[in-house]
Nanobody
Framework: LHVEESGGGLVQPGGSLRLSCAAAGFTLDRYAVGWFRQAPGKEHEGVSCISDSDGSTYYADSVKGRFTISRDDAKNTVFLQMNSLKPEDTAVYYC?????????????????????WGQGTQVTVSS
């Protein structure tokens, strides 16, 4: 039972990437899912979260208007579409799934106690 991220890579400033968080062995639609990132020397930061119930979303101020989180329950996957990427978006991006958190709490106070954490995917924004 795990979640796995994919879709990271190297992109120029202003470019786009779409990250995927796929669940294996369990049904993701019963979990709130969040995307988090950690840049070198910095703590984990909540980027965007989506609820399990009504699809409500939450975004960090730093990514509002540029990133979009969505879920495809048929594919058991949550996506993070990242547009207008900036060098400061460079980080390892992780997804996590949790059955008990609200999306506000999940994104504002990341916890390693969530039900599932992925291994991360590197996103590098550089010219």
């Amino acid at each position: 039972l795990h979640v796995e991220e994919s879709g990271g890579g190297l992109v120029q400033p202003g470019g786009s990437l779409r990250l995927s968080c796929a669940a294996a062995g369990f049904t993701l639609d019963r979990y709130a899912v969040g995307w988090f990132r950690q840049a070198p020397g910095k703590e984990h930061e909540g980027v965007s979260c989506i609820s399990d119930s009504d699809g409500s979303t939450y975004y960090a101020d730093s990514v509002k208007g540029r990133f979009t989180i969505s879920r495809d329950d048929a594919k058991n996957t949550v996506f993070l579409q990242m547009n207008s990427l900036k060098p400061e978006d460079t980080a390892v991006y992780y997804c996590a799934a949790d059955s008990r958190s609200t999306i506000q709490a999940m994104c504002n106070t990341p916890s390693f106690l969530y039900d599932y954490w992925g291994q991360g995917t590197q996103v590098t924004v550089s010219s």
